[in-house]
């Protein structure tokens, strides 16, 4: 989590961001990071489960569950509320770090909606009518292993070969958009990568107990699903909110998703002290308060629906080949887009032009 904040505050590695520039101003820095983190990741999975580091069949992305409806609508709905509230949950941990008061209010009505989605007065709406529209399959849900099933090919060397074109594919891109890269878009996607692959060796295997004292069965221990995790922010923050509230309740403890949150947090402020960067930013007007609480709600109600936020399922997700993270991600895109034109279709009425492209280092 320190690390990830660090990584996220010096080279502004933002989801939100890369979507924005590429449709705004075909701006490629931030897209070619989120890409390298998404290539470096899918490899350090594949490595991770040939070297027997990683049981991927027991994470949510590789669940036999294809929850479609969920992953389609939490995308779009969280997609839209990251433009609203001016970034998702791991880039407002980033700019809380860095002093902004605005991103603290959306990260504390993001836990406050995730919570509400996971067991609270929006759970029946996502459990009855979304998470009971699903699709059962044969096997693990992502794109090598339902290649594999279709076609008969051998399903370990599919998930390589996909990892390979992933990964080949992002290095393509930035290397084609080099001219317009700076050195951190570099290190922000990689770094972000190689996190992920860390998130899920601590998880995955250091936290895997073959055979449970009390149950005697397999076991996950410190994540809040009870299954391997990689690098997600939605439920984490419900989490935070329950350990906060409930501290002197036993049963509730620090989970790993929680820890990473508050390193982000911290990191953050340490890089941006370090950077000179810290600075204390509010609401410049009362009308900015509206837009950013509204995103808020639905990146909390769309991250958990969705089985993940634009990190856990655009990063993470994808890097684990899952179909239910490309769902996901398909809706967060076009729900960003359809943001971006609703706000772009409300500056040309009050006659406000297209803001001028960002610096690459930006």
């Known amino acids: 989590g320190l690390a990830l904040g660090i990584v996220g505050q010096a080279s502004r590695f933002c989801i939100r961001g890369a979507i924005a520039d590429w449709v705004i101003f075909r701006g490629p820095a931030r897209l070619a990071s989120w890409l390298l983190a998404i290539g470096v990741g899918a490899l350090c999975v594949q490595g991770l489960v040939s070297g027997g580091m990683l049981d991927a069949t027991r994470t949510i992305g590789w669940s036999g569950r294809l929850a479609w409806l969920s992953c ?31 991103a603290m209010v959306v990260l504390v009505l993001v836990a406050i909606a995730a919570l509400m989605t996971l067991r609270g007065a929006f759970a029946g709406l996502r459990v ?10 044969a096997g693990p849900q992502d794109l090598g292993g339902l290649l594999s099933r279709a076609s008969g090919v051998g399903a370990a060397g599919l998930r390589w070969a996909l990892a390979g074109l992933i990964a080949a594919g992002a290095f393509a891109f930035a290397w084609r958009a080099r001219q317009r890269l700076d050195a951190v878009h570099w290190v922000g996607g990689i770094g972000v990568g190689l996190l992920l692959g860390v998130a899920l060796f601590i998880t995955g295997h250091l936290g895997f107990l073959a055979e449970h004292p009390e149950t005697l069965e397999s076991a996950w221990l410190g994540t809040q699903s009870r299954r391997p995790e990689g690098l997600s922010f939605a439920a984490p923050m419900a989490a935070a909110l329950d350990l906060l509230t409930l501290w002197t309740d036993r049963a509730t403890v620090l989970i790993f998703g929680v820890a990473v ?67 996901a991600v398909a809706g967060i895109v076009a729900g960003a887009c359809l943001a971006l034109l609703v706000q772009d279709r409300h500056s040309a009425a009050r006659g406000i032009g297209t803001p001028v492209a960002p610096s690459a280092s930006r």
Request: net charge neutral; hydrophobic share 45%; charged share 10%.
């Open 128 to 137: 009855d009518y979304l998470d009971a529209t699903a699709l059962p399959l």
């Open 261 to 327: 949150a508050l390193g982000v947090l911290v990191g953050s402020h340490i890089s941006a002290r370090l950077r000179g960067e810290f600075r204390l930013e509010s609401f410049t007007t009362p009308g900015e308060l509206a837009p950013h609480s509204a995103g808020a709600l639905l990146m909390g109600f769309g991250g958990v629906t969705a089985l993940g936020c634009s990190v856990g399922n655009g990063v993470t997700g994808l890097a684990l080949q899952s179909a239910g993270s490309v769902l």
């Open 72 to 102: 389609a609508v939490g995308g779009l709905l969280f997609g839209y509320g990251m433009i609203l509230s001016g970034g998702c949950p791991q880039r407002c941990l980033v700019k809380a770090g860095s002093g902004s008061l605005k």
